[in-house]
Every structure is written in C-alpha cells, then in structure tokens.
C-alpha cells in the first residue's frame, strides 16, 4: 500500500480551513487508489494541530517538531524532503496558498518530484495519476500527468473540497526532521490598516468594478450608480493596486472575502481565481463583460455580454 | 552589483479560438502575445534598487523564441544596458521545472547578487519558476513579496510578504536571493518612445543551452509533468440577458429587485 502526504498549514496558531479541504481531496483520492493517507503537521508544537487534522479517514498524523512557531521556507522543505525520503509517497498534498508557493516548488525541484500547482482534479488512471488545472485565464482546463514519477506534488486549489466534517481515530506518529539552516527570519506580521472605511465583508449588496474600468476618472460614476442603487461599491486588485480605490474595498484572496453579500454586480472583472476567492459564495452574481469566455461567467447567475459603461449609462436612466 | 529579472513573453488566448492538432495547447493562430504582467513590477523593482544605488546593473532575461526579444527590449527600454535571450527548441512546451534550471544556468553565468522574478505568469499560472529556480541555485528565496528593503552589498534585505485576507508578514532574507515579486508592490513605468528607439540598439545577447552547459534530453528528464490534453471546460450557468443595452439595463434593474425583496 502506498501513501498520500498531505502538509498541513497554520499560521498565527490557527489551522488554515484550506488544510482540511485536502485532507478531504486525499480521502478521496484514497478511496480509488487504496493508499493511506498520512497528514504531517510541522509546528514548534505539533500537539496544537495532531488533534483538529485527525479526520475519518485519515490512517496516519504524523507530527514533526520544528524550532520555528511559523513557516519558514527552508524548514518546511527539509523536513517534506526528509518525510518523503523516509515514506516515498506515492502523492504529496498541500494547499495552494502563499506558503505553498515558497516552498512547494522547491520541494519538487530537489526531490525531482511530479509536481502540479493550483489543482482542482485528481484521479488515479491505469497509467497514474491525472491531475487537472486552468490555464488561459481559466479559458482552458488542462490535464497533466507525472510519467515516470514515484512521487507527485500537488497544490490544491482552495475552495473547491468540501472539508470532512467526522472526525476520525488515526495513529498518531512523530518524524524527527533534520535540522534545516533558516536563510529567512521572520521579524512580524503587520495586520491590514484599519481605514476606517465601509467594512465590505458585512454588505449585502456589492458593486464591483475590475480593470475594464479603464482609469481613475472613471471611478467615480461607478461610485454614484452603487449609491444609487444602494450598493457598497468594491474592486478588484488592479484598482486597488493603482490607488484608484483603497485596499479596503478590494474583494479576493488578498483582500476580503464578502461574507455577507446577497448580491455581487461584478463589472469589468475577468473573474481570476484569486478574485474569486472573496465572492464566489455569493449566491446572485451578476457579471457585466465585454468578453463572453470571461471566466466570471462560469459563476454567475445572471450575465450580460456588454460595455460596462453602456450598461452603467442605461442603468442610471432607469433609476430616474 | 548585479540584479537578474527573469520575464516572460506570455501568450494571451483570442475570444474565439481552437486547440492545436494534437489537443495539447491552442492554435497559435489563436494566440496574441504580451509582456508578463508579473514582470512588469519584478523588473520596476530592480530599476528602482539601480536609480538608489551607484554602480547596480539590471539585466532582463527570457527565456523565449525570437519574437520574445520584444519583452526584453521593452524592459530594456525603461532602463538596463543589456539583455540575455536563452532559446533551443527543445524548450517548445518546456515546463516551470526546466526553465528554471536553464535561468540557473544564466545565473552560473551572470553571478547576479540578486534575482528578481515575478510571482506569475498569467498564461498558465504556474507560481513555480522562482522558487524552483532558487532550488536549482541552491539560494534563499521568498515568494509573493510586496515590499523591499536592500541596498546592494548588505547581507541581509528585509521584505514584506503578502499573506491572505490582507495580513502582510515582514522578514529578513539572507542574500543572494530569488524573491518573486507580487503586485501592486510598485507602479511600473512605461517605456517612453524614445526608450524605445533606445532599446533597439542596446544589446541582447543569444544563448543556446549549448553556452550553458546544458541539453534538451537532460533537461526533458527534469520534466515534473507532461500535459495530455487542453479542453474548454463545461460552460457556466450563466443566464444571459440579451437586448439592447437599454434592455439589458432594465432587465438588469428588474432583476436586483427582484432579487433585494425576495433578500
Ligand atoms: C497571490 C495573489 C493574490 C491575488 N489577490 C487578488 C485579490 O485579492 N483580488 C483580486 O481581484 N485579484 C487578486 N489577484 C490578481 C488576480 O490574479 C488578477 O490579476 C485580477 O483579479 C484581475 O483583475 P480584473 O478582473 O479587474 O482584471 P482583468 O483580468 O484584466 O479583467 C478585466 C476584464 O474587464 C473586461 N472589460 C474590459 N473593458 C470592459 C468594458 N468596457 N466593459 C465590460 N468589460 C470590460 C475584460 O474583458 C476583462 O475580462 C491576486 C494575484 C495573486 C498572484
């Protein structure tokens, strides 16, 4: 029987949910290739972890005490390269977070591992394993495979597993990794500014404008057709990242999550995965873009293929 | 004082495209190409450092066939003497694993103090090349970094890295490094047309994998995987509302409040 590794995240003391969600992805991927699935919690404390990661169905929490209380990139890869030299794992298993992606790519290229980043498929076929990612702005899925690989790296795409809610009864192990000589220290985390801004994960309605935009002048008759409808206007990163809006209002992976919101009118916004990440839940969008193949239309209820500005233009008249 | 910014010609697909013969990729009849807009902020960043400091050189590298020179020289355009253009047809299809190991064989080359790629390339996202490339080097490195401390010859920079949800980490990293540059973490400057006009007499020097000491089937054996088949995925669910704009706009209309009293 082979195995399945999956690399367990934390940060501040809290297990990233993303964690669960690939334990949730290698118990299934388990249950068609009958390996077991091992989750490694790599922690100054490994305890504070062993117990929420020890879901049914995984066979093994493997704890490996490090001397650093968060990630650190040369840490992390000593030790999966040592988990993996011990346990030659048929797949490893890792969010695809911004940890993930300062270590992960490492791992693979020193252990000459398979590797696949930002995954959301993964089946084991006669030949192997099959994984399967976008590429093209989401236009195209491509399907991968790991010829000639005794061990496969994947990062999973985050939100798309469902995590498993029984908890199981794993054996609970521990893996002395090899010291690793840290090149980065870490100094602080530096918490987002409170603005003092309209707190955008508590609307309900939201207006979003992307880059279609065009520039800033533009900005501000969006601002006035959300009011006018009673909508809490947001962005994409772009208008944040230019100043067009404050980083406040910017909704996606590294800017916030709309928790609340009924209804997201998402205009100009391609629709990339990280911005995606703050407002797919949202169970009416409405996507306004120029481009049919945009891929905010895959997860929108309501579409129209159209100039924003034209649709803004036409709005407003209906308003008065 | 040396900094090496990988960029990437990436290929951007058309509204209405098809897929090669053999299903692995589009038609490249189909593809428009650009400059990574990753790199836009990795190469900023390193003109930056050079505009604070005397005696810092910038160079662009691609890894690329020829028309990819355009990237070089229009980063070469906005400041930078020189560029470097690695390309062997071997590496048609070639994946994060083995550029990296071709950019590490620049590196051998170059002896930069510093390597500056961008995060991502947009075409297809991979978010590994630097890291990998670090790997290869055997360098420190930091991924998704927003912000920059360094003045060429310290030991140490000190940088912030974006997290999720808005949380930023600040850390030190002992250099040589690769960090991989996210975002937002400067505003890129255009390339003036004069720049331009410059860039085209600067020089871009071509490299084989030969000049690297490196070949296709040693790399090909570096291949972390190997990709079957390209497809459009199952189109969303999108229900589309046709018209005019003024149609559209008042269906548009209907629909929010419908959907704000059934809320
Ligand atoms: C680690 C990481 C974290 C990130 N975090 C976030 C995040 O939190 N939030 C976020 O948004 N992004 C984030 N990004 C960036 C993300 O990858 C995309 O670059 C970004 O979301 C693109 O924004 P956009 O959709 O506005 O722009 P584009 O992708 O350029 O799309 C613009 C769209 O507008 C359409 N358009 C243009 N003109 C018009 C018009 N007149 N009328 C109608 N449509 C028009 C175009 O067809 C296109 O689809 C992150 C990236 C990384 C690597």
């Known amino acids: 029987m082979g195995e399945i590794l999956v690399i367990a995240e934390h940060?501040?003391?809290?297990?990233?949910?993303?964690?669960?969600?690939?334990?949730?992805?290698?118990?299934?991927?388990?249950?068609?290739?009958?390996?077991?699935?091992?989750?490694?919690?790599?922690?100054?404390?490994?305890d504070d972890f062993a117990g929420l990661v020890a879901k049914a169905g995984v066979d093994e929490v493997v704890k490996v005490p490090v001397p650093v209380a968060s990630f650190q990139s040369d840490t992390y890869e000593a030790a999966v390269l040592a988990l993996a030299e011990a346990r030659k794992p048929a797949v490893i298993m890792c969010a695809h977070t911004v940890d993930a992606w300062g270590y992960a790519p490492a791992v693979a290229a020193r252990g000459q591992f398979g590797c696949a980043t930002d995954v959301f498929e993964m089946r084991f076929e006669a030949e192997g394993l099959v994984a399967v990612r976008a590429a093209y702005a989401e236009k195209l899925h491509m399907e991968v495979d790991f010829p000639g690989k005794e061990t496969v790296l994947l990062t999973v795409r985050t939100n798309v597993f469902k995590p498993l809610e029984d908890d199981g009864s794993p054996a609970v192990t521990s893996f002395e990794a090899p010291s690793a000589e840290a090149h980065t220290e870490h100094l602080t985390f530096v918490e987002p500014e409170q603005t003092g801004d309209v707190d955008i994960t508590q609307a309900e309605y939201m207006l979003s404008i992307g880059r279609g935009v065009g520039e800033e002048d533009n900005v501000e008759e969006f601002k006035e057709l959300a009011d006018a409808f009673g909508f809490t206007l947001g962005c994409s990163r772009p208008i944040a990242d230019n100043g067009w809006l404050p980083k406040s209002r910017q909704v996606g992976q590294s800017g916030k999550t709309v928790a609340k919101c009924k209804i997201y009118l998402a205009l100009g916004i391609s629709g990339s995965v990280q911005h995606m990440a703050g407002m797919k839940h949202v169970p009416n969008i409405i996507a306004v873009n120029k481009d049919a193949e945009a891929s905010i239309f895959t997860i929108a209820k309501y579409g129209i293929v159209g100039d924003m500005f034209e649709i803004a233009e036409e709005l407003r008249d209906q308003d008065s | 004082m040396k900094i090496l910014v990988p960029v990437k010609q990436i290929a951007v697909v058309d509204e209405d495209f098809e897929l090669r013969d053999d299903g692995k990729d589009v038609d490249p009849d189909y593809l428009n190409f650009e400059a990574n807009e990753w790199d836009d902020y990795s190469y900023e960043a390193a003109l930056n450092i050079m505009e604070a400091?005397?005696?810092?050189?910038?160079?662009?590298?691609?890894?690329?066939?020829?028309?990819?020179?355009?990237?070089?020289?229009?980063?070469?355009?906005?400041?930078?003497?020189?560029?470097?253009?690695?390309?062997?047809?071997?590496?048609?299809?070639?994946?994060?694993?083995?550029?990296?190991?071709?950019?590490?064989?620049?590196?051998?080359?170059?002896?930069?103090?510093?390597i500056l790629t961008g995060t991502l390339s947009s075409d297809r996202s991979y978010a590994q090349t630097g890291v990998a490339l670090?790997?290869?080097?055997?360098?420190?490195?930091?991924?998704?970094?927003?912000?920059i401390e360094w003045t060429p010859g310290d030991p140490k920079a000190t940088l912030l890295r974006e997290l999720e949800g808005g949380l930023v980490e600040k850390l030190s990293v002992e250099c040589p490094a690769v960090l991989t540059i996210q975002l937002g973490i400067n505003t890129p400057r255009y390339a003036s047309l004069r720049g331009l006009k410059q860039a085209k007499e600067k020089p871009v020097e071509e490299l084989s994998l030969d000049h690297l000491g490196l070949s296709g089937d040693s790399l090909a054996e570096l291949a972390?995987?190997?990709?079957?088949?390209m497809y459009k995925p199952e189109t969303g669910q999108a229900e589309l509302i046709e018209g005019t704009p003024a149609e559209q706009a008042a269906r548009l209309a209907e629909i929010i409040k419908e959907l704000k009293g059934a809320a």
């Open chain 2, 53 to 114: 400091s005397d005696g810092v050189e910038v160079v662009p590298v691609t890894v690329g066939p020829d028309d990819a020179e355009d990237v070089l020289r229009r980063c070469l355009a906005k400041g930078g003497d020189r560029g470097i253009r690695v390309w062997d047809d071997a590496l048609e299809d070639a994946n994060p694993a083995v550029v990296a190991q071709v950019l590490a064989g620049v590196a051998a080359r170059e002896k930069p103090d510093m």
């Open chain 2, 224 to 229: 972390s995987f190997r990709v079957r088949r």
């Open chain 1, 11 to 46: 940060r501040q003391g809290q297990l990233n949910p993303a964690s669960l969600e690939v334990i949730a992805a290698a118990v299934a991927l388990k249950e068609e290739s009958g390996h077991k699935v091992t989750v490694a919690v790599i922690a100054e404390s490994p």
């Open chain 2, 134 to 147: 670090a790997a290869a080097l055997g360098w420190p490195h930091v991924a998704v970094v927003t912000g």
